[in-house]
Each structure stands twice: as C-alpha cells, then as structure tokens.
C-alpha cells in the first residue's frame, strides 16, 4: 500500500486529487469534567473507522456505500471534532454510529463533501482536543493489530485519532474477506501505542502498512506517521 503511486495518504499530486473530495467526520465526546483518556480515545476512534467500513450502510448497495466509494477513490481524509453536552446530543441525532471505548465515545459519519458539513458538524471545534492518559498504558498484547505512532512527531489528540483510523482502514485494506470477518467478528481490538524510538526505522521499512501524511494539517507533508502492525499482515 506505502509503494503505490496513488496512496490516498501521500503528499505527492496523484489522480487521486482530480475526483471530488470528501471527508469522513469524527466526532469525539470530551466533556470538560471528565474526558477519555487520549489512548482511549485513539483507540476507539480507529475502531469507530473500522465499523464505518464494514456497515452493512457502507457496502453493496448500502444507503451510503456510493459516498464511502466516492471518498475512498479520492483522497482519503478524516477530520477530528469535539463535542460535549447539547452539542454531542444534536452530532447524536444524525445519521452515524457511535462507538464506545472504556472511557471514550467516538461517533463516525459517512463521508460528506468536503465544503458540505451538516450545520451541526460545521460549527464544532477542530481544536481542543488534548487529550492525556492519567497513567501509562500498558504494554500493547503482541496477539492484537497495534497501531504505531511515530515518536518524533508531537501531534494533538485530534490529528493522532485521525491517524490512527489510516492506520486501521490501510491494514482492513490489505487483509482478505476471511481476515476481516474475523476481526469484525471479534469486535475489532486493536492497541495503538508510541512506538520505540530504536524500533521505528525498524517498522517504517518491514512492508506492514505504512501511512504517510498529506500533511494537510499540523504536521510536514509525507511525515510517516503510523504503521500498521496486524498479525496477519507479518
């Protein structure tokens, strides 16, 4: 998936760019007294991109399988927004599906266009989505997909979801049907983790699906941002 020419994530002007572009919103739960733990909320939220994908809504003849299409031909962009109160309530009430972690609600929208976000969506903050864990999380269970975040790259909760969830829609690219259904079966877990910093070189070049940021925001284009390390991908 890093090696082709029209990687939806990559920087370099591709044909990609000349179809219409959309955006698939995610909208994370924070509220000021209590917000998710930020691994949590990565978590969640490449799980939130996983069931979006495998919806019964998403597929075939789906009610928003021609709009997962039209996205994923272009490029593949996804945006972190934040709610909380009134506003979560009224992101709750449009059509999307909300997933729960342990401490993290994340709700996923189909693609919209990406100058087309419902008002409700539009008006939420990108920003102030800082996210802390109050202890360190524990070590990632080797039997499980891990998700590896670059350790040199200083990104916000927000942006790290959203990459987390390329890093999950690479790897639910690559593996056959048998392989999905199994992983959907099991409800998706996944760990995303920093990756070691003597281990990442090591990772960026072991053929595991690699994601390399367009760079839209926050960080340089082509940054390296996520390896996606699934077990039957090795």
């Keep these: 998936m890093t090696s082709t020419s029209d990687s939806p994530f990559r920087s370099e002007p591709n044909e990609r760019d000349q179809a219409p572009q959309f955006v698939l919103p995610l909208v994370v739960h924070i509220e000021k007294a209590a917000p998710p733990a930020r691994t949590d909320a990565l978590e969640t939220a490449a799980r939130a991109v996983l069931v979006m994908l495998s919806d019964e809504r998403s597929l075939g003849?789906?009610?928003?399988?021609?709009?997962?299409?039209?996205?994923?031909?272009?490029?593949?962009?996804?945006?972190?927004r934040r709610a909380r109160g009134a506003e979560w309530r009224r992101a709750g009430a449009l059509p999307g599906i909300t997933v729960s972690g342990k401490s993290a609600e994340v709700r996923v929208f189909p693609p919209?266009?990406?100058d087309g976000w419902p008002k409700d969506?539009?008006?939420?903050?990108?920003?102030?989505?800082?996210?802390?864990?109050?202890?360190?999380?524990?070590?990632?269970?080797?039997?499980?997909p891990v998700l590896w975040l670059n350790p040199d790259l200083d990104m916000?909760?927000?942006?790290?979801?959203?990459?987390?969830?390329?890093?999950?829609?690479l790897?639910?690219?690559?593996?056959?049907?048998?392989?999905?259904?199994a992983w959907?079966?099991?409800?998706?877990?996944?760990?995303?983790?920093s990756a070691d910093p003597g281990r990442w070189a090591e990772l960026t070049t072991s053929g595991l699906p690699l994601v390399r940021d367009a760079g839209f925001t926050e960080i340089a284009p082509g940054s390296c941002t996520v390896v996606a390390d699934h077990p039957a991908l090795r």
């Design 121 to 144: 969506l539009a008006k939420l903050q990108v920003s102030g989505t800082d996210l802390d864990d109050p202890e360190p999380p524990a070590e990632a269970d080797p039997a499980v």
């Design 112 to 114: 919209v266009p990406l």
């Design 184 to 193: 959907r079966d099991a409800g998706f877990p996944l760990a995303v983790r």
């Design 61 to 80: 003849d789906g009610e928003w399988a021609q709009v997962m299409r039209d996205w994923q031909d272009a490029r593949i962009r996804k945006v972190v």
């Design 171 to 181: 790897a639910w690219w690559e593996l056959s049907d048998e392989e999905r259904g």
């Design 156 to 169: 916000s909760a927000g942006k790290a979801m959203a990459q987390a969830g390329h890093g999950a829609q």
